[in-house]
């Protein structure tokens, strides 16, 4: 069994910084793609970040140029650097990664962790 945990979440200023963790593990073959998503009340769950087993990223619009995603491929696990925060930001941010245990491979999903910006 594949299990996926986040870490690192909690409440900041505007303009501060925070950065997450998520680490999987289990019968793990190989992880394709890790990345982080978000969901504030009220709102659909939405792309943060993303990247691929061969370090290639993706950003969301408006994360661009504050968010740092990253990964260690021998560690299992992702982190997401935030720095510049804002109230937008505030949401339940899940880890995501395409997980092949054999085969095949899953979509696993995180608990979620909450960020909170508010002065």
């Known amino acids: 069994q594949v299990q996926v945990v986040e870490s690192g979440g909690g409440s900041v200023q505007p303009g501060g910084s925070l950065r997450l963790s998520c680490a999987a593990s289990?019968?793990?073959?190989?992880?394709?793609?890790m990345a982080w998503y978000r969901q504030a009340p009220g709102k659909q769950r939405e792309l943060v970040a993303r990247i691929s087993r061969d370090g290639s990223t993706t950003y969301a619009g408006s994360v661009k140029g504050r968010f740092t995603i990253s990964g260690d491929n021998a560690k299992n696990t992702v982190y997401l650097q935030m720095n510049s925060l804002k109230p937008e930001d505030a949401a339940v941010y899940y880890c995501n990664m395409y997980i092949k245990t054999g085969l095949l491979g899953h979509d696993t999903w995180g608990q979620g962790t909450q960020v909170t910006v508010s002065s």
């Open positions: 289990g019968s793990i073959f190989s992880i394709d793609a």
